[in-house]
């Protein structure tokens, strides 16, 4: 959660949807804004504000009432680098240009730490940098309004 790795412009525009099981494809699945966001201490805080439609109030009132506790966040990644040890003995990856793009609530995360992840099955472009697993991280993202020409590496399906 290196800030100089996450494109948080998005989730700080005031526009950023907070929906409901990451569904982001229909307007019924986004049950609020995201109003701001920032990272401290390897987390993102987020301010937001629940729609006021009738069929979200049942889903605010259980986040009131701590029923409804857990979030995660969808994210593109765009770059990653190879980081794996000489001793490991799987190929480790590090992203270190990413952007979260919606923020979830959902009744299940990954683990005490961690949210679940966006599950839909769309594709986008990510370079991976190999390097040797002693060096540094590398070059930081580029600016948010650029984008770096990406190698075709598409995500497992």
């Not at 526009?15 to 966001?37: E, M, T």
């Not at 504000?49 to 009738?54: C, L, N, T």
């Not at 799987?90 to 299940?108: N, Q």
């Amino acid at each position: 959660m290196d800030p100089a790795h996450v494109r948080m412009g998005r989730f700080q525009s005031g526009r950023a949807p907070l929906c409901r099981d990451h569904v982001s494809w229909s307007l019924s699945g986004q049950i609020g804004v995201i109003r701001s966001a920032e990272l401290k201490d390897g987390e993102i805080f987020c301010e937001v504000r629940f729609s006021r439609r009738a069929e979200v109030e049942p889903i605010f009132q259980d986040v009131v009432d701590e029923i409804v506790c857990n979030a995660s966040v969808g994210y593109r990644t765009y770059k990653m680098q190879d980081v794996t040890g000489p001793e490991d003995k799987i190929k480790v990856l590090r992203a270190i240009d990413w952007e979260p793009f919606e923020g979830s609530l959902v009744p299940v995360g990954a683990d005490a730490g961690a949210g679940v992840r966006n599950q839909d099955r769309q594709s986008f472009p990510c370079e991976i940098i190999e390097t040797r697993a002693d060096s540094a991280v590398g070059d930081s993202m580029p600016p948010e309004n650029e984008t770096a020409a990406p190698a075709v590496v598409q995500p497992p399906v």
